[in-house]
């Protein structure tokens, strides 16, 4: 089965245009989180729009306060809200409940172990998305350009509906597709710099994808 596509990051019109005219079905926008590709949340509702009615939006946010919650919820009206940070299961659930947006948990896949923690969303979150922890020190929880251990995927308990991210560009994308991952996340593979995405790039994950 052909994997949908989530195109996160994404700081520019253009870039929406094009990553909603590639057919990516999820469109990430980092909310006030550490990020080179950090928005206000004005930002990313006015960007989002375009997205209305075609693909999914997606609040990313990381360690967030009910307040931002509530902003992101009222003004930007998102698909989802994807916990990037320390959010447990208590939190995801009480996000879920204050929002009315659906829940996607970023878990850091480090050993076989963070799979079982991954288990621990099942019910709160809609999906859980396996992605590469940050180098050691870093304040930004993603977009490094970094990959786990793919491998690892083959004996792993996984959900139905899950999302693999971390280090997926176009010329890996044929191997991202073989771990049968339903959902591919990314972000610094199809880029020019931190925040700027690549149309054509976008495009060819895409075609890479389809053809896979």
């Known amino acids: 089965m052909t994997p949908q596509v989530k195109i996160c990051g994404l700081t520019r019109p253009e870039d929406v245009a094009a990553a909603i005219g590639a057919g990516a079905l999820y469109l990430g926008f980092i909310v006030e989180a550490a990020s080179p590709r950090k928005l206000a949340v004005a930002r990313a509702a006015a960007l989002s729009l375009p997205a209305k009615g075609i693909a999914k939006t997606i609040a990313v946010t990381v360690n967030a306060g ?11 009206q998102p698909h989802f809200i994807q916990l990037h940070g320390d959010e447990d299961m208590q939190r995801a659930a009480h996000i879920r409940k204050l929002s009315g947006a659906g829940i996607i948990k970023a878990v850091k896949i480090r050993a076989r172990e963070d799979f079982k923690r991954a288990e621990t969303f099942a019910g709160i979150a809609d999906f859980v998305l396996y992605d590469a922890p940050p180098p050691q020190g870093s304040e930004v929880q993603g977009g490094h350009g970094h ?20 280090g997926i560009t176009p010329s890996n994308a044929s191997d991202a597709v073989a771990t049968g991952a339903p959902i591919l996340d990314v972000s610094s593979g199809v880029e020019h710099s931190p925040g700027i995405k690549d149309g054509a790039k976008i495009t060819a994950l895409m075609r890479a994808v389809s053809l896979t």
């Open 66 to 76: 009910d307040d931002l919650i509530r902003d992101i919820a009222k003004v930007m």
């Open 147 to 166: 990959s786990f251990d793919w491998s690892v995927l083959k004996s792993a308990p996984l959900p139905k509906l899950w999302a693999l991210a971390g």
